[in-house]
């Protein structure tokens, strides 16, 4: 019998202090806040780049910090050519988040200070990965579809510079806000399943880079940020919304999970994410392709009418992603340059105040057994 309570999945297990993401639940309503302030507020009123500062220095820039800061962001946007060579040498074929994570470590690789972990140098190397995920992914993309490369531009907010560098042209206005908003949203989620790998590898020391890559290839993973490419292969397999109700009807009688529904957190309450990714996706379908947002709509309702579950954050980033013009399998590589931001904050926090994370594990196996030598063992 097990005396301790297991707490499977790590559900509502308080791991850590943390004072840079709060999400609360009150009277029936989640209450989500980067370093206090509102994410309805920081979506209305802020920009990626304010709320990577916020998430990093933990207040809000003045006009000239932020100005500053951006000008930092734009001067480290560019990669070493050693990065763009990796990027050329590897598969065509490689999923863009492989590609992500590789090029991380070999930046590692580069860094003459990589153990370095003082508060300066910490925040030095978070910008210089917050700058250049954008690069990496955008240059990937454009070496597998035998593009030339388009080089950052430096007038071009860290948004707006992502889709010039990913599609050669500059965006309009709503694309540029659009893509910030989404840059916004996803910048931090307290304890997530890649941001708790990050601070598990930052509480035994190693390297930024190691625990940036931890995160990232927590991320891919379908029931995490994997889930938004998933949402999308589902919204072109049901092609017409009148189909969403027999498709969700059918998946959930297999038992088969939909994805882009359910949250570990936000258990029968909303995700305050999903109602301005909603409202953005909704926004973008009335300038471009309608279809994406009208068969989302579809899948919500018959979703919520056969499980009462909510769509998460990643649900209605698909279709955003898709007018934006984003190929499917760059949308977790586009949680993951929102990301960096929060994972490099969480990162720092745990080097200031560290104690090595290492739980326990309750053992079911068989015990006290006696080593039979192998000659003995019969085939
Ligand atoms: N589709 C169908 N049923 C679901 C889903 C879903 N997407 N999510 C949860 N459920 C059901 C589950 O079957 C269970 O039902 P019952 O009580 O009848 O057995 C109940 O809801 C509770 O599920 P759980 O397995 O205890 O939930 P969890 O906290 O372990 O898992 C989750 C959370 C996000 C992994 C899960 O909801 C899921 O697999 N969702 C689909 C993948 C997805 O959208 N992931 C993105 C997560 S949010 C953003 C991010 O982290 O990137």
Redesign the pocket.
């Known amino acids: 019998m097990c005396e301790k309570k297991i707490h ?2 790590l ?1 509502d297990v308080l791991a850590c202090k943390s004072s840079i993401c709060r999400i609360e639940m009150i009277d029936g309503k989640a209450i989500l806040e980067y370093r206090g302030y509102d994410i309805h507020e920081l979506a209305q009123h802020s920009t990626f780049e304010e709320v990577a500062y916020l998430l990093l220095f933990g207040e809000l820039p003045t006009k000239s910090e932020l100005e500053a800061f951006s000008e930092e962001l734009k001067e480290l946007r560019e990669l070493p050519p050693q990065i763009i060579g990796l990027l050329t040498h590897l598969s065509p074929f490689s999923h863009p988040m492989v590609v992500l994570r590789t090029a991380i470590s070999y930046l590692g690789t580069m860094d003459k200070h990589i153990h370095h972990k003082s508060h300066e140098k910490s925040l030095q190397k978070a910008k210089s990965l917050i700058a250049k995920f954008p690069t990496i992914v955008a240059y990937f993309h454009r070496i597998r579809s035998g593009q030339n490369l388009v080089h950052p531009s430096d007038e071009l907010s860290h948004a707006a510079n992502f889709l010039y560098m990913l599609h050669g042209v500059e965006p309009t206005k709503t694309e540029a806000k659009a893509m910030d908003l989404d840059l916004v949203l996803h910048a931090d ?1 307290e304890l ?3 941001t708790f790998a990050a601070r598990i590898a930052a509480s035994t020391l190693a390297d930024i880079y190691a625990c940036v890559v931890a995160a990232t290839g927590t ?1 891919m993973g ?7 490419q ?2 999308m292969e589902m919204l072109r397999e049901i092609a017409v919304p009148w189909r969403a109700e027999e498709y969700v009807k059918m ?2 009688e297999r ?11 936000y ?1 029968g309450v909303v ?1 305050p994410r999903t109602i301005e990714l909603r409202a953005l996706a909704e926004k973008l379908a009335k300038e471009k392709e309608p279809k994406w947002f009208e068969i989302s709509r579809a899948v919500e309702e018959a ?1 919520y009418k056969y ?1 009462g ?1 909510f ?5 209605y980033s698909a279709s955003v992603y898709a007018n934006l013009g984003i190929p499917d399998d760059l949308f977790i590589n586009i ?1 993951a340059i929102s990301r960096i931001s929060g994972w490099t904050a969480h990162i720092i926090e745990q080097y200031e105040n560290n104690r090595l994370i290492r739980p326990r594990a309750f053992y079911v196996g068989e015990a006290g057994r006696k080593y039979v030598p192998i000659d003995q063992r019969g085939d």
Do not use: T, W, Y
């Open positions: 499977d999945g559900q989620h997530n399943a890649s991320l379908p029931l995490h940020g994997g889930a938004a998933k949402v998946k959930l038992g088969e999970r939909i994805m882009g529904f359910g949250h570990r957190v258990r995700d979703v499980k579950l769509p998460n954050v990643d649900f949680f």
